[in-house]
């Protein structure tokens, strides 16, 4: 007889953020804050998240909170594996630019030049993103996480969109991100700040 297991992550999977570097099991990965193919700015507004652990992660009672703060919580989705969950303000892919959520918030917003900060279900900040005129962030073009091990509040870390998807806009929503990089040329800066203090 085959038995089969599945590793299931309820709660979180941290240790408090060091530099701008995490151990959580959820990252932020890519966001869109100025779509230019949807109906409205609001409606194509969008965040996915990445589990980087081995195993699925439950991301209900996580929380998301802007530069306002404005809040909405997850409900329950299971995000496997090295998986991806998209966050979107809009269900309507005819309105919305062309992208099909997980999961629908409402009543909160991206801004161009603002912060985004994700909380696990304890209470525990586990990323923060404070970003600006000097971030890659323009109308019709997502932000996109170069690789989810480095640091998440560097600009470095972060680029522009190159893959266009949907109606037209750059972004690559609940799929691996078109700048990903993972060369020791590339992490060198990240290990050495990471781990040599």
């Known amino acids: 007889m085959t038995l089969f297991f599945i590793a299931i992550v309820t709660g979180s999977l941290t240790t408090p953020v060091v530099d701008g570097f995490s151990s959580s099991s959820l990252v932020f990965n890519e966001f869109m804050a100025i779509p230019a193919s949807s109906e409205t700015e609001a409606e194509g507004e969008w965040i996915e998240l990445y589990n980087k652990s081995d195993g699925y992660v439950n991301i209900s009672g996580w929380r998301i909170r802007n530069q306002s703060g404005s809040t909405f919580t997850c409900g329950t989705y299971l995000v496997p594996a090295h998986g991806y969950v998209l966050l979107g303000a809009s269900g309507n892919t005819a309105r919305n630019g062309g992208y099909t959520p997980d999961m629908v918030y409402s009543g909160f917003s991206i801004a161009g030049s603002g912060s985004l900060t994700l909380i696990d279900p304890r209470g525990n900040v586990v990323e923060s993103i404070s970003y600006d005129a000097g971030w890659p962030v323009i109308r019709g073009c997502s932000c996109e996480r170069i690789n989810p091990d480095w640091a998440v ?32 040329a590339s992490n060198t800066w990240a290990f050495i700040k990471a781990f040599v203090q």
């Open 153 to 184: 509040g560097s600009v470095s870390s972060w680029a522009l969109s190159t893959s266009i998807f949907g109606d037209g806009d750059h972004g690559t929503p609940g799929a691996r991100n078109s700048v990903y990089e993972n060369s020791f």
